[in-house]
């Protein structure tokens, strides 16, 4: 994996930035004419407006996309990865925020503005250039920007003044920094602090930047935490489990392993599915959800059989779950024992608008049923799928 690009402030320690301001507008305005610029912008820059002008965005027209409702906005959060990390971060960078003259913005990995903080003040300037929860600061949305650029450019970004695209943000001056997936790699946000122009400084960018990489640092402390726990329920599957095999996380990395030579991760599908898969590196493997992950065995040369789920019912619902040569049990709640049984009856699946008109008695608690078969899944691995609600293919399930 190359190393991140070292963030690039837009002005160095001890410039004048109403100066440096001044030189930016004469550097902007002659781009956007097609006259000669006195100077160049910073490469950053200079790569970000070729990629808006290529997207068809407008210097002196606001483009944005629309704003996210209050449903969809809370489930664009819950599904972020990122909620776990806005208190650590909020507190981090509360030194920022806390004169009133700058706000700071989580964005999701699309450049979703998903939570905002500052005084009421800044906050109603932000609104009214369309910087509210809900909205878009990708590049392709609103140009040039410290979350759309450090999306677009994988690395923590400071956008000041006629660095902006669009014109009417010139009055502004933004921060940003990417957050990465330790597990994936992949960028699940940026962390952002606008204000006015006036109130840049070099600082601010190596600060935010820091603070990603804490937030970094604590989702692999987290990562850490989950494998020790899957480890732990492992060990006993792997004990009675015959042949080589894995117990891997959903990520494919593993937490322990027996008759194999060690490894940190494997190749996982991206969706993997219960049954036979073909790993890349290891050969055929008989996959079976596990509390918290996957037990991956190395295929023999026999057909895999079949996963089997019994749902007790009663006062003290129980699930029991046996593979080839694995068992094990998860004690769920009622609530997640009646979705259960509601999916048990319904091999086809079940929408989350039908499973809440099923539990709740009409179709409009959709994102709590989300959010409970969401807990349900990272209890039962990939013994179900979504879109719709079911039990995966191959799993054969009973109800006593």
Not at 14 to 35: C, E, F, I
Not at 317 to 344: C, E, T, Y
Request: proline residues 8%; glycine residues 8%.
């Amino acid at each position: 994996m190359s190393l991140p690009l070292s963030p690039e402030p837009a002005l160095a320690a001890g410039d004048d930035p109403r100066a440096y301001a001044a030189v930016l507008q004469a550097v902007y305005d002659a781009s956007m004419t097609g006259r000669k610029p006195p100077a160049r912008p910073r490469s950053v820059i200079g790569q970000s407006w070729e990629r808006v002008r290529a997207a068809g965005v407008l210097p002196d027209i606001d483009t944005t996309a629309p704003v996210l409702n209050s449903m969809d906005l809370h489930e664009r959060r819950a599904s972020s990865g990122l909620q776990q990390l806005v208190d650590p971060l909020m507190h981090h960078l509360d030194t920022l925020i806390v004169d009133g003259e700058n706000i700071l913005v989580v964005a999701d990995a699309a450049g979703r503005v998903l939570w905002r903080n500052g005084v009421n003040r800044v906050l109603h300037r932000a609104d009214r250039l369309g910087f509210a929860e809900g909205a878009s600061w990708a590049e392709d949305s609103v140009g040039t920007n410290a979350i759309g650029t450090a999306l677009a450019s994988g690395r923590a970004v400071q956008v000041f003044s006629a660095e902006h695209f669009v014109r009417s943000h010139h009055e502004w001056t933004c921060a940003g920094a990417p957050i990465h997936d330790p597990r994936t790699g992949r960028v699940l946000g940026v962390i952002d602090v606008s204000g006015p122009a006036a109130t840049i400084h070099p600082t601010t960018l190596a600060l935010v930047d820091t603070v990603a990489r804490l937030a970094e640092s604590g989702l692999r402390e987290a990562h850490r935490a989950r494998l020790d726990e899957l480890r732990a329920v492992a060990a006993p599957i792997l004990a009675r489990s015959a042949g080589p095999a894995f117990a891997v996380d959903p990520y494919g990395w593993v937490a322990a392993l027996d008759g194999v030579a060690p490894r940190t991760q494997i190749p996982l599908p991206r969706h993997p599915a219960a049954g036979r898969q073909y790993l890349r590196g290891i050969g055929d493997c008989d996959l079976e959800p596990m509390p918290g992950g996957w037990l991956v065995r190395v295929a023999a040369a026999d057909a895999p059989e079949q996963i089997r789920v019994e749902l007790v019912g009663g006062r003290e619902p129980l699930v029991k779950v046996s593979g080839p040569n694995a068992a094990w049990v998860h004690r769920p709640s009622p609530r997640h024992a009646q979705l259960l049984d509601l999916l048990a009856r319904h091999p086809e699946g079940l929408s989350a608008a039908q499973l809440s008109l099923a539990v709740f008695g009409n179709a409009d608690q959709r994102i709590a049923v989300r959010s409970e078969m969401s807990r349900l899944r990272k209890h039962l691995g990939g013994l179900l799928a979504a879109n719709p609600y079911r039990f995966t293919d191959g799993v054969v399930v009973t109800t006593t």
